[in-house]
């Protein structure tokens, strides 16, 4: 039986990502960690939760030595936007807290991690339809830059200490759970709630802005798939391209206004319109297909009616 440590538990994927694998593992044998409890929730009901900075090794390490783990799945770090903000933060974080997880694990006989990536990666050097598996890696934020150092980091301890370290280049998530918390491509998710709530809103990309997506749902099955590849099918480790769907911000907006038929969206861009102008529009995930069997579940209309259909009863009952 797995024992199973998530970092950044509460957020967005975090927050998905644990109850699917403790349906999975059972409820005591995945410790949900953050830097401090949701409010409430399945994450505190299904099973136990302890605080971590991922920035002290101490607490990481008693965590991982209390609960024997064996599997970490790294999820805690400073996203995009944020990161613009606070650039020393989101080094910290991001590149402190997998270097104390990478470390923790070579020590104590940890299995396996998962360290996820990003599009983020990519630059504007990069090749946009679609970015290529392997290419160029000059990212313009310092999220991307975190990102490319991890992926570096991951590969150099599978080499050097034969840690089974594993990720995927996430595109942007979409999630009918859970709000996001400080990307470049929050926007496709804060426009289903107020389509719902409000009938109107202010995008803050252009409408042809085109970003490679991904239901939240096909993301955990993505994850989980990896997690389960037998290593020696795997070419890669630590920089899958895993592809979801792409769209752009008008044909978004078109698709919610078959289901709402009153919305109206308009665009300002702010400073994020930089940052998604140097990342692709789509990515070739032919590696992750044939190394793992990937394949998406969900289109634009699918994953559009689906996520309308969750939100619609949850935000009518807030009102």
């Known amino acids: ?65 209390e609960h024997r783990i064996d599997t970490i799945y790294h999820l805690a770090a400073i996203l995009s936007a944020t990161g613009e903000a606070n650039p020393q933060l989101a080094w910290d974080v991001n590149i402190a807290g997998l270097v104390n997880v990478l470390e923790i694990a070579r020590s104590s006989g940890v299995r396996r991690v998962f360290c996820p990536s990003s599009i983020a990666v990519f630059g504007p050097e990069t090749p946009r339809d679609p970015a290529p598996q392997l290419t160029v890696l000059r990212p313009s934020t310092i999220y991307g830059l975190t990102k490319v150092t991890g992926e570096l980091l991951g590969d150099y301890y599978v080499q050097r200490y034969g840690l089974d370290v594993r990720g995927l280049r996430y595109p942007g998530i979409i999630s009918s759970e859970t709000l996001p918390g400080g990307g470049t491509t929050d926007y496709a998710v804060d426009i289903f709630y107020q389509a ?31 997690m389960d590849a037998d290593a020696s099918r795997l070419t890669r480790h630590c920089d899958y391209n895993v ?31 930089a940052i998604a102008d140097s990342w692709p529009q789509s990515l070739d995930d032919g590696r992750a297909r044939t ?4 394949r998406p579940s969900f289109d634009l209309s699918s994953m559009t009616a689906d996520m309308i259909r969750r939100l619609q009863p949850r935000l009518a009952a807030q009102a």
Not at 37 to 61: H, I, K, M, N, W
Not at 243 to 264: C, D, N, P, T
Not at 291 to 294: R, T
């Open 1 to 65: 039986m797995q024992r199973i440590l998530v970092t950044g538990a509460a957020g967005q994927i975090g927050s998905e990502l644990t109850p699917a694998l403790r349906e999975r593992h059972g409820s005591t044998s995945v410790i949900a960690s953050d830097l401090r409890a949701p409010a409430a929730g399945s994450l505190l009901s299904s099973g136990p939760f302890e605080t971590l900075d991922v920035r002290d090794r101490s607490r990481l390490q008693a965590l991982v030595n």
């Open 291 to 294: 190394d793992w069997d990937w």
């Open 243 to 273: 592809a979801g769907l792409s769209f752009s911000a008008a044909q978004l907006a078109e698709e919610i206004g078959k289901h709402i038929r009153e919305f109206v969206c308009a665009y300002e861009p702010d400073f994020r319109q």
């Open 196 to 226: 719902i709530l409000t009938g109107r809103y202010t995008c803050f990309v252009r409408p042809n802005t085109v970003l490679p997506m991904m239901y939240m749902p096909d993301c955990i099955r993505a994850t989980l798939a990896l």
